[in-house]
Each structure stands twice: as structure tokens, then as C-alpha cells.
């Protein structure tokens, strides 16, 4: 409880069986008094009938009983983290506006809540990203289609942290493929212009994300 009080976690593990405090207490705390619809899942030796339903009864997302089998408890983590960050994302955009191209899940599990190193990332984002995009450009201007290849290639890391891969990964494969090839060259063109678009819009987006 006190730990969710000083710091952003994306789940919480809760033992079911704990000195002083047990599972159920600790997440009708968690939900009553905090106030916080982070996920938990309950880890119990109780493998009875009914243990799920008492589990999701108190407010707890999903249940697993002891032993714990590693690929069922990963199943079930990327299972909550994934729905999360469709519904945070869902809820970003509002009917009538221009959805958002920025998704921060994958960075914010990166950072384990800590908001220094988000800020940091987005910040560096900011100001490597235009001289990338520049660079993309002028290469291609200048008909060095190998380097407008390579700067695609480059790109892709930089584009992942920000949530940007599915908006932008098929586009960054085609010019990194297709650059070199010159009957190919009014397709990249098309495509190098989509990137930049996209981009200005996220770096909106990602000052917008650091004012707040």
C-alpha cells in the first residue's frame, strides 16, 4: 500500500496469504482507499473451487494458483498490460478529433513508473527525431538512396520507444527496401512524406505529454 502511494506500477502481484494484511484487504484498500484501478492479480495455494470468483469478487483482475507456471503467468501479464494500453489509448482519443499517433505503454513499462527517465526519453526523441527526418529527405534529394536506407533503418529503434511502430514500421521497411531501387523512387517519396507527417503530429503530441 505504501509503495503504491510514492510510485506508478503497471500491476500488482498479490500474495493471498500475508502476515498482518492479507490479499483481500490489501486490494479492497487498494481500490476503496487509494482509489486505484491499477491490476492485480492474486497468487494463491488455494487452488479450490470458487478461489477465481472470490479473487475477482475483491476487486482483483485475474487469479493464478501456486506453483506458479511461468508461460501461464506471462500469458496473463501481457494479456492485462496489452487491454490497458488499448484503453488508455481508446480514452486519448476523442470522437470528432484527430486520433493520436503517440502510445507511451511500451515506454512507461520501460520505466517502471519512474517519470524522470520517461521525460528524458521524450526529450531525446524531440531532438534527435527532426534531424532524422532531415536527414531522410535530404539524402533522398540528393539521390544517396543507400543512406536514405540506412537513415530508415536507424530510425526504427528511435520510433519504438515512442509507440510509433505500428504507425510507422510499415513505412520505415518499404523505404529501407525500396529506396535503393530506382524504379521504386516516386513510392518512397510517397512514403518518406507519410513519415514526416506522422512525425510532426507525435512531437505534438509528446510536448503536449511533457507540459502536462
Known amino acids: 500500500i505504501d509503495a503504491l502511494k510514492r510510485k506508478r506500477y503497471s500491476l500488482v502481484l498479490m500474495d493471498i496469504q500475508m502476515p498482518q494484511m492479507d490479499g483481500y484487504t490489501a486490494t479492497t484498500k487498494i481500490r476503496t482507499e487509494l482509489k486505484s484501478d491499477i491490476p492485480v492479480i492474486a497468487m494463491t495455494a488455494h487452488a479450490m473451487a470458487g478461489e477465481r470468483e472470490k479473487c475477482l469478487s475483491y476487486g482483483m483482475n ?36 484527430i486520433p493520436k499517433v503517440l502510445d507511451l505503454g511500451y515506454l512507461r513499462e520501460l520505466s517502471g513508473g519512474n517519470a524522470t527517465f520517461e521525460v528524458s526519453m521524450i526529450e531525446q526523441f524531440l531532438e534527435q527525431m527532426p534531424g532524422e527526418l532531415e536527414a531522410l529527405e535530404q539524402e533522398f534529394n540528393k539521390k544517396n538512396y543507400v543512406q536514405v536506407a540506412q537513415v530508415a533503418h536507424n530510425m526504427k529503434t528511435s520510433v519504438s520507444f515512442m509507440g510509433l511502430t505500428e504507425k510507422l514500421g510499415d513505412y520505415l521497411d518499404y523505404i529501407e527496401i525500396n529506396a535503393p531501387i530506382q524504379e521504386k523512387n516516386r513510392d518512397t517519396r510517397e512514403k518518406i512524406l507519410q513519415v514526416i507527417k506522422i512525425c510532426h503530429q507525435a512531437f505534438g503530441e509528446a510536448k503536449e505529454y511533457l507540459q502536462r
Open 62 to 97: 485475474e487469479y493464478i494458483p501456486k506453483p506458479i507456471r511461468e508461460n501461464e503467468l506471462s500469458k496473463i501479464i501481457n494479456n492485462i498490460l496489452n487491454t490497458n494500453r488499448k484503453a488508455e489509448k481508446e480514452k486519448d482519443n476523442i470522437p470528432g478529433q
